[in-house]
């Protein structure tokens, strides 16, 4: 049963920094693309960052330079390094691993989100 368990939210003031770590168990190896996503009350989920297999990593305009996505296959970790934070960063942040759904690779699984709250 893979289950992803985020961790590292918090309350920071803007242009602060913040550490999410995302820990996946319950399938064998790494082979999987990987990405962040973040909801704000009242919004739309919003895709913020994926790592792929090979290493390529794609980032939304909105945290781009900002943001970095990063993978520890050793410790089966995902993280997401957020820094200069801003107001509007405030979310809950998703990690979330692709299944493949008939012939289609989509964000299958996901964790329980942890918050991070940027106050000015």
């Known amino acids: 049963q893979v289950q992803l368990v985020e961790s590292g939210g918090g309350s920071v003031q803007t242009g602060g920094t913040l550490r999410l770590s995302c820990v996946a168990s319950g399938y064998p190896d790494n082979s999987y693309c990987m990405g962040w996503f973040r909801q704000s009350p009242g919004e739309e989920r919003e895709a913020i960052a994926r790592?792929?297999?090979?290493?390529?990593?794609i980032y939304s305009d909105s945290v781009k330079g900002r943001f970095t996505i990063t993978r520890d296959n050793a410790k089966n970790t995902l993280y997401l390094q957020l820094s200069s934070l801003k107001t509007e960063d405030t979310a809950m942040y998703f990690c979330?691993?692709?299944?493949?759904?008939?012939?289609?690779?989509?964000?299958?699984?996901w964790g329980q989100g942890t918050p991070v709250t940027v106050s000015s």
């Open positions: 790592i792929y297999v090979n290493g390529s990593i």
């Open positions: 979330a691993r692709v299944q493949l759904s008939g012939d289609i690779w989509d964000f299958g699984y």
